[in-house]
């Protein structure tokens, strides 16, 4: 079993012994801003910021009302990229529906596609093999490097710093690299299939994922080592849109933005699958809820991530030529060169392709520690090979409902490092 | 499944509401309990702050509507209990018939806020007391109905033809609610005419 790590020990003291918030040691005392009616004789401007607009994270729109430059409220609009894919999914097989779940939270293409294998295996009643567990928590962990990598370089972007967004690009590419070789797609991998995987690593994986993780720890620390105790950097960030333990509850928001509130609730955890109860790793917490501790609890997890990745790569030795997919022809396509000169094998394909694989009636929620929270499907059946009812539960769509919240009282241009610490997908809130 | 996987907090609910529990099922491990929809918002109340219970936590709102036109809407609470890392799925099922109205819950948790939204812009279920509810990814004039209905079809009600028709003929001003425009001060000096037409239908209200 392992350990939980209850808090990040902070680099920086980040309050002083009164409680309060300690901001940028800038050194410099602004004096407070002149009441906002003086020049602009009470009069409150509506601006609207989005939905073509670079920081807004894809197609999202805000409706923001200032006074001088306080912002009164915040209006969020989404819907900009609905695509229906819920109903989608209510006309299709479930392994039909794998490609739909790469377009959704499309910077963790791999992790939508082992929820939703998870999600139809619960309802199916259908145990994986060990070897397709560990490719998929591979799959898992390296979503969440390339998901916290991108909100690090476009976060750092939002706030003025570009560097770091060179830095992760460059990362993430090498994560690209591998996935491509993997699943032959950058973006829309589909490498699930219900009841194992769409194909095995190939020749070369292992080789390449173990050079990123022995490489990838020390670019990490680069990016802590420019931006942890950064002067700038703290003051955009720090006390800026704290959120208490409890309104990060009630909000039902999931993954960072709720850890960096302070619950240590973590679903690789407190519900696990794919055996994550057996890999040695900590849950980073923060204490403020504020951006910087967001960012200290993302970037704290990719660590995490590469030492889980570690352990998984240790297993896959042990598990070499073991089968990736459960022994069920009715699940699992046999192979092309069998499909077409086995009569028995041929007769499996084309039931599969034809028919889909039937769920028994019934219904099952599944839900997974996705980079951006908790992501869960909820499938309904009716007996059938299409689902009645496929539910997304995105975790962008809840965590961004408490924008309006965080922003009440802020800067406008704090507007804008709110909006980017809740790392959105717009593909996600939208589906 | 056995009768030995359901949640404990079934044989509280019984004791504690008896008749409002209607019926219970265990699917795939997880436990379901059915209850009317006018005692909805009291034992979700219930189950949040009971000790015993604590579901603190609200995983989701959802509907489901069934291909077999004769059973009921249902919507859909995922509970959790963060503490004790329990889940408990909560369901209404509402008569179609019927106006199909259940209670919000926005006032025990804050998440619900565009749960429900997005509930009533697909099925078009109303939650009475939630302080907001207007669609949420379709926009606000968008008058096909409700998507995620069976009786919807895949591509629309409108033809293609339609669709662009309207969307060619949309009123941009429109894209600022009555809402925005009022919290700017701004909406007493519309045009009457404008006034009238966001009054009257191109707010979004179907029917």
Same mark, same amino acid.
């Given at each position: 079993?392992?350990?939980?790590?209850?808090?990040?020990?902070?680099?920086?003291?980040?309050?002083?012994?009164?409680?309060?918030?300690?901001?940028?040691?800038?050194?410099?005392?602004?004096?407070?801003?002149?009441?906002?009616?003086?020049?602009?004789?009470?009069?409150?401007?509506?601006?609207?910021?989005?939905?073509?607009?670079?920081?807004?994270?894809?197609?999202?729109?805000?409706?923001?009302?200032?006074?001088?430059?306080?912002?009164?409220?915040?209006?969020?609009?989404?819907?900009?990229?609905?695509?229906?894919?819920?109903?989608?999914?209510?006309?299709?097989?479930?392994?039909?529906?794998?490609?739909?779940?790469?377009?959704?939270?499309?910077?963790?293409?791999?992790?939508?596609?082992?929820?939703?294998?998870?999600?139809?295996?619960?309802?199916?009643?259908?145990?994986?093999?060990?070897?397709?567990?560990?490719?998929?928590?591979?799959?898992?962990?390296?979503?969440?490097?390339?998901?916290?990598?991108?909100?690090?370089?476009?976060?750092?972007?939002?706030?003025?710093?570009?560097?770091?967004?060179?830095?992760?690009?460059?990362?993430?590419?090498?994560?690209?690299?591998?996935?491509?070789?993997?699943?032959?797609?950058?973006?829309?991998?589909?490498?699930?299939?219900?009841?194992?995987?769409?194909?095995?690593?190939?020749?070369?994986?292992?080789?390449?994922?173990?050079?990123?993780?022995?490489?990838?720890?020390?670019?990490?620390?680069?990016?802590?080592?420019?931006?942890?105790?950064?002067?700038?950097?703290?003051?955009?960030?720090?006390?800026?849109?704290?959120?208490?333990?409890?309104?990060?509850?009630?909000?039902?928001?999931?993954?960072?933005?709720?850890?960096?509130?302070?619950?240590?609730?973590?679903?690789?955890?407190?519900?696990?699958?794919?055996?994550?109860?057996?890999?040695?790793?900590?849950?980073?917490?923060?204490?403020?809820?504020?951006?910087?501790?967001?960012?200290?609890?993302?970037?704290?997890?990719?660590?995490?991530?590469?030492?889980?990745?570690?352990?998984?790569?240790?297993?896959?030795?042990?598990?070499?030529?073991?089968?990736?997919?459960?022994?069920?022809?009715?699940?699992?396509?046999?192979?092309?060169?069998?499909?077409?000169?086995?009569?028995?094998?041929?007769?499996?394909?084309?039931?599969?392709?034809?028919?889909?694989?039937?769920?028994?009636?019934?219904?099952?929620?599944?839900?997974?520690?996705?980079?951006?929270?908790?992501?869960?499907?909820?499938?309904?059946?009716?007996?059938?090979?299409?689902?009645?009812?496929?539910?997304?539960?995105?975790?962008?769509?809840?965590?961004?409902?408490?924008?309006?919240?965080?922003?009440?009282?802020?800067?406008?241009?704090?507007?804008?490092?709110?909006?980017?610490?809740?790392?959105?997908?717009?593909?996600?809130?939208?589906? | 499944?056995?009768?030995?996987?359901?949640?404990?907090?079934?044989?509280?609910?019984?004791?504690? &509401?008896?008749?409002?529990?209607?019926?219970?099922?265990?699917?795939?491990?997880?436990?379901?309990?059915?209850?009317?929809?006018?005692?909805?918002?009291?034992?979700?109340?219930?189950?949040?702050?009971?000790?015993?219970?604590?579901?603190?936590?609200?995983?989701?709102?959802?509907?489901?509507?069934?291909?077999?036109?004769?059973?009921?809407?249902?919507?859909?609470?995922?509970?959790?209990?963060?503490?004790?890392?329990?889940?408990?799925?909560?369901?209404?099922?509402?008569?179609?018939?019927?106006?199909?109205?259940?209670?919000?819950?926005?006032?025990?948790?804050?998440?619900?806020?565009?749960?429900?939204?997005?509930? &009533?812009?697909?099925?078009?279920?109303?939650?009475?007391?939630?302080?907001?509810?207007?669609?949420?990814?379709?926009?606000?004039?968008?008058?096909?109905?409700?998507?995620?209905?069976?009786? &919807?079809?895949?591509?629309?009600?409108?033809?293609?033809?339609?669709?662009?028709?309207?969307?060619?003929?949309?009123?941009?001003?429109?894209?600022?609610?009555?809402?925005?425009?009022?919290?700017?001060?701004?909406?007493?000096?519309?045009?009457?005419?404008?006034?009238?037409?966001?009054?009257?239908?191109?707010?979004?209200?179907?029917?």
């Amino acid at each position: 079993m392992s350990t939980r790590t209850l808090e990040v020990s902070l680099g920086t003291a980040t309050l002083d012994p009164l409680g309060n918030v300690i901001t940028a040691p800038l050194g410099v005392q602004l004096p407070a801003y002149p009441a906002p009616q003086d020049d602009l004789g009470g009069e409150h401007m509506l601006i609207n910021i989005g939905p073509q607009h670079p920081a807004t994270h894809g197609v999202l729109r805000l409706v923001v009302e200032l006074d001088g430059e306080t912002v009164i409220r915040v209006v969020p609009h989404i819907g900009y990229l609905h695509s229906g894919f819920e109903k989608l999914g209510e006309y299709r097989h479930y392994n039909q529906i794998i490609p739909l779940t790469d377009r959704t939270d499309y910077l963790s293409p791999m992790a939508n596609n082992v929820c939703l294998a998870l999600a139809a295996e619960k309802l199916m009643g259908i145990t994986i093999t060990e070897r397709c567990a560990v490719l998929r928590v591979i799959a898992c962990e390296m979503s969440r490097i390339i998901s916290h990598i991108v909100w690090l370089g476009t976060t750092g972007i939002d706030l003025g710093a570009f560097t770091p967004f060179l830095w992760s690009f460059y990362q993430r590419e090498r994560i690209y690299n591998l996935q491509e070789a993997w699943t032959g797609a950058r973006l829309t991998t589909s490498m699930t299939r219900i009841g194992g995987l769409m194909a095995d690593i190939p020749d070369g994986f292992e080789t390449g994922l173990r050079d990123f993780c022995r490489t990838f720890p020390k670019v990490l620390q680069e990016v802590d080592t420019m931006f942890t105790r950064n002067a700038i950097w703290c003051g955009r960030t720090q006390g800026v849109g704290p959120l208490s333990a409890e309104d990060a509850i009630n909000y039902s928001l999931s993954g960072p933005m709720l850890r960096a509130s302070g619950v240590d609730y973590d679903v690789r955890k407190d519900r696990p699958y794919l055996g994550y109860e057996t890999y040695d790793f900590d849950v980073p917490v923060g204490e403020h809820g504020d951006i910087y501790d967001r960012y200290r609890v993302r970037l704290e997890e990719m660590t995490q991530s590469t030492r889980i990745l570690e352990q998984a790569l240790d297993r896959l030795e042990r598990l070499r030529g073991a089968p990736i997919n459960v022994a069920d022809p009715r699940l699992i396509l046999p192979p092309k060169s069998r499909a077409m000169s086995d009569m028995e094998a041929m007769i499996f394909h084309f039931k599969q392709v034809m028919e889909g694989v039937r769920a028994p009636v019934g219904e099952a929620y599944l839900g997974v520690e996705n980079p951006k929270g908790e992501l869960g499907y909820y499938f309904v059946s009716d007996g059938s090979a299409k689902p009645v009812r496929w539910r997304i539960r995105p975790p962008s769509f809840l965590n961004l409902a408490v924008l309006p919240k965080l922003c009440e009282g802020v800067l406008l241009s704090d507007v804008i490092a709110i909006n980017a610490s809740i790392d959105i997908v717009m593909g996600e809130i939208d589906r | 499944m056995g009768e030995a996987t359901v949640s404990p907090s079934v044989a509280a609910l019984r004791t504690r &509401f008896g008749g409002a529990i209607l019926r219970h099922q265990v699917s795939c491990g997880d436990t379901i309990v059915y209850v009317p929809a006018a005692r909805a918002h009291e034992i979700l109340a219930w189950l949040k702050d009971d000790p015993g219970q604590r579901f603190n936590y609200l995983t989701d709102i959802t509907a489901v509507e069934y291909r077999d036109a004769e059973r009921p809407l249902e919507v859909v609470w995922q509970l959790r209990s963060l503490a004790r890392k329990a889940d408990l799925r909560l369901k209404v099922e509402l008569d179609k018939t019927a106006p199909l109205v259940v209670d919000s819950v926005f006032d025990l948790w804050k998440g619900a806020d565009w749960l429900e939204r997005e509930v &009533f812009d697909m099925f078009g279920i109303s939650f009475t007391g939630h302080p907001d509810l207007r669609r949420i990814l379709m926009w606000e004039t968008y008058a096909e109905g409700f998507p995620l209905r069976k009786d &919807f079809p895949l591509r629309g009600h409108f033809s293609r033809a339609e669709q662009t028709r309207q969307a060619l003929a949309a009123n941009p001003e429109a894209h600022y609610s009555l809402e925005e425009l009022s919290i700017a001060a701004a909406y007493d000096e519309l045009p009457a005419d404008m006034k009238d037409r966001l009054a009257h239908g191109e707010r979004g209200r179907v029917k």
